[in-house]
């Protein structure tokens, strides 16, 4: 059965930094693409970077020169570092594997 579990995520006050993990089993993990989605309430999820088997990374525009994915294939486990939070970061961020599945989602709250 495949789990992904994201943690990391809380209250913090613009300007701040969170790292949120996803902890991946189930899946021979180094195997696909992952990435780091968001959803806001009220609107649609949202890809925020992606990651794929041997590092390469990509980031949405929001997320550049802010936020940094990596992953560590021995530890199964997926990182996003971000700083310089805003309000509008605020969100359930997700991690996904292989465009197959999702994690349960971890709520990032900026404060202004």
């Known amino acids: 059965q495949v789990h992904l579990v994201e943690s990391g995520g809380g209250l913090v006050q613009t300007g701040g930094s969170l790292r949120l993990s996803c902890v991946g089993s189930g899946i021979i993990f180094s195997r696909n693409a992952m990435g780091w989605y968001r959803q806001a309430s009220g609107k649609q999820r949202e890809l925020v970077a992606w990651?794929?088997?041997?590092?390469?990374?990509n980031y949405a525009d929001f997320a550049k020169a802010r936020f940094t994915i990596s992953r560590d294939n021995a530890k199964n486990t997926m990182y996003l570092q971000m700083n310089s939070l805003k309000p509008e970061d605020t969100a359930v961020y997700y991690c996904n594997w292989g465009l197959q599945y999702w994690g349960e989602g971890t709520l990032v709250t900026v404060s202004s």
């Open positions: 990651i794929g088997p041997g590092g390469i990374t």
